[in-house]
């Protein structure tokens, strides 16, 4: 907002932040947006992140025929919902995060080709978060692998208060599997993953942990993040486009530490409705959301949307990058191939 109105706003407008808190919650979420629209007198909505939350907010939407580009809530729900009605609900953009469908398909991709072809690993487990977006992902990915001939032997959703992981990785070890699937959304993270390197736990662990997609996860486990891989979805720091390197520098400069992955979609928002408004050359509702439709932005990360409003995935397009935290510190992109500035490595304490 502030490089946009400085530069003279949207088709001379000025952007004024005005802001709600859901706090995680779909009832303070409801009374949060009703303020929004009616005291506040919002012309276009951005944001959400819990896939509840923001699935719960759909009809509000609906109701007040307000564009929402969405920055969260990964459900493919909410597609769905604009699919079978579009007219209702044609509002909603989701400029990021991606799909679980395709967060699942991202981290099939690379077990496949790093666990399976690389490694010769053909046996998985699955340890997540007892969430709805969780087991979306995890059961994604168990549904891809087992399509390319990797079983998995075993299954543990925990729930977010969990503490003691170690009778997780025991189970995932007894029966047999040879690497670990896991997706985790909040501060358990942290604790997963000081334990896993604390017990030497001989499997590798590969998904999407949401804190592990910040430089700052490293000191956060005490240096126990060394060997952890986590996919960050349609972020960086990797050239997806070339402005994304340099958003993650100044980001980091303005703020004292990393843009995690809802950063950037948060971040490129406002310049998606910047190029739509002045393709459309109005902020009336029907014709800007035409334009939208038509969107095919590079921004810190690419944005180009279905014609149901979802991330364009693939290719050029919307894509995952697999970072790894080396024994330094460094967090490098290992995976895919265009993107990587390192090779993945196998946790120092796994025999090749």
């Known amino acids: 907002a502030e490089e946009i109105n400085a530069a003279g706003g949207i088709n001379g407008r000025k952007i004024e932040l005005v802001y709600g808190d859901d706090e995680n919650s779909a009832e303070k979420g409801l009374a949060a947006l009703k303020k929004l629209y009616t005291q506040d007198k919002v012309d276009i909505l951005m944001g959400g992140v819990a896939s509840g939350v923001v699935n719960g907010m759909m009809d509000v939407m609906a109701q007040n025929k307000k564009i929402w580009l969405g920055t969260g809530a990964a ?16 509002y909603y953009f989701r400029v990021g995060t991606l799909d679980s469908t395709n967060q699942g398909k991202s981290i099939a991709e690379f077990i496949v080709d790093v666990f399976n072809k690389k490694h010769g690993m053909t046996k998985a487990a699955i340890l997540s978060t007892n969430l709805k977006y969780s087991q979306d992902i995890s059961e994604a990915v168990a549904k891809q692998i087992e399509a390319a001939g990797i079983k998995v032997v ?28 896991n997706t985790i959304l909040g501060p358990e993270g942290i604790t997963y993953v000081k334990q896993w390197n604390d017990n030497k736990v001989p499997l590798p662990i590969v998904g999407a942990i949401a804190f592990a997609t910040k430089d700052e996860f490293y000191k956060e486990t005490g240096g126990k993040a060394a060997f952890e891989t986590t996919a960050n979805p349609n972020s960086g720091p990797a050239p997806l486009t070339p402005k994304t390197v340099a958003f993650a520098k100044k ?20 310049y998606v409705l910047k190029d739509a408004a002045e393709r459309a050359k109005t902020f009336d509702t029907d014709p800007l959301i035409k334009a939208l439709e038509a969107t095919d932005y590079k921004g810190a990360s690419p944005i180009k949307f279905t014609k149901d409003h979802d991330l364009v995935y693939g290719g050029t397009n919307a894509r995952f990058v697999f970072f790894q935290f080396n024994e330094k510190g460094e967090r490098n992109a290992v995976y895919p191939k265009e993107f990587a500035s390192a090779e993945y490595q196998l946790p120092a304490w796994i025999k090749k």
């Open 75 to 90: 459900t493919p729900v909410i597609i769905e919902r604009i699919a079978k009605d579009y007219e209702k609900y044609k």
């Open 251 to 270: 980001f980091k400069e303005k703020y004292g530490h990393s843009a995690n992955f809802i950063a950037y979609p948060a971040y490129d928002a406002l």
């Open 154 to 181: 075993y299954r543990e959703y925990f729930n977010s208060d969990t503490t003691d992981f170690s009778p997780n990785f025991t189970n995932a070890q007894k029966a047999g599997a040879q690497f670990i699937i």
